[in-house]
DNA sequence: TGTGCACCCTGTAGCAACTACAGGGTCAAG
DNA sequence: CTTGACCCTGTAGTTGCTACAGGGTGCACA
């Protein structure tokens, strides 16, 4: 019990994670409270080193906090079927590939806007033209209304 | 002035827009506060139209708040050169880009753990393991610290 | 005339996942 | 014995909304 004792800032380090996060992660129950010194320094064992760099490695991959949550739970379960785990990692993984399509249909739009782009004047600006409504009226812009 | 005269309401059917959300763009003043009717009900004319569906258009590709004001102050000098409304539009592109290789990346790695999922226990859950910090040393889990 | 209902108003709090203070305490070196 | 790096708690800010609570307005229908 209690080996190691890092300090905040150690465990920041050796992880990439910023105090305030450790802290974070704390509060929201992520990670276990480690044992205090005598001056109430957080000192954190090997354990909460293993645990906190899950926990980082999950995020990397776009686990959300509470997908990271059903992970740790999952995996002090060591006996029972992974099927669950496997289940948040394809939910995971459809997700991105969700947001991939979604994001690649966006740059092929924002690539045809940008294409028409004869470097003129506003006015005669495609990019704010493809952004306007229906036809925008002539007489200008986007007709910012006053509060008169 | 003052044509056509929309509730809230119209305006958020019109543009598929909440009508919370109309309010918060006119608290964050991306949206002007239309005049108000005797009952104090806010009366949008077509110029909020237009504006709202500009904005709405803009946010749907992915432009931030942020952008779409500065599209919307661009749009409004109509005899201005478009260079500066061509720079935010390739940098969000560049954006969209970057965001696209990392989710891709991200993808390929997600590919690779699931494919080592044997589905047996937890215990020799490729997933799991792949979330793990250097090699989990054999006895278990992710070491769950207890707060003794 | 009432009364019911859909709509509108303001103001505040919540979401994710942190980040950034303010205002203090602790500890080791010089 | 002071300086500076670190730590503590608690709260508020970020982005872009969304969701109440607790009221007021306006119009149709009986």
């Known amino acids: 019990m209690a080996c190691e004792n890092l300090s905040i800032g150690d465990l920041a380090k050796a992880t990439s994670t910023k105090v305030e996060t450790i802290r ?3 509060r929201i129950s992520l990670l276990p409270a480690p044992e205090r010194t005598a001056g109430n320094y957080r000192s954190y064992s090997a354990a909460h080193l293993g645990r906190l760099s899950f926990i980082r490695r ?3 991959l776009g686990f959300s906090i509470e997908q990271v949550r059903d992970l740790l739970g999952l995996s002090d379960q060591r006996d029972r079927p992974c099927e669950a785990v496997d289940a948040i990692a394809r939910e995971h993984l459809a997700e991105v590939k969700r947001k991939i399509r979604d994001l ?3 740059r092929r739009e924002l690539d045809s806007i940008l294409s028409q782009c004869s470097r003129g004047t506003v ?3 495609q990019i ?6 229906t036809a925008t009226p002539r007489g200008g812009g986007i007709r910012t ?3 008169e």
């Open 145 to 147: 209304p006053e509060t």
């Open 24 to 26: 974070y992660y704390e």
């Open 128 to 133: 704010i033209e493809a952004l306007s409504p």
């Open 58 to 60: 999950a995020r990397d």
């Open 104 to 106: 690649q249909a966006l």
């Open 123 to 125: 006015a005669e600006c």
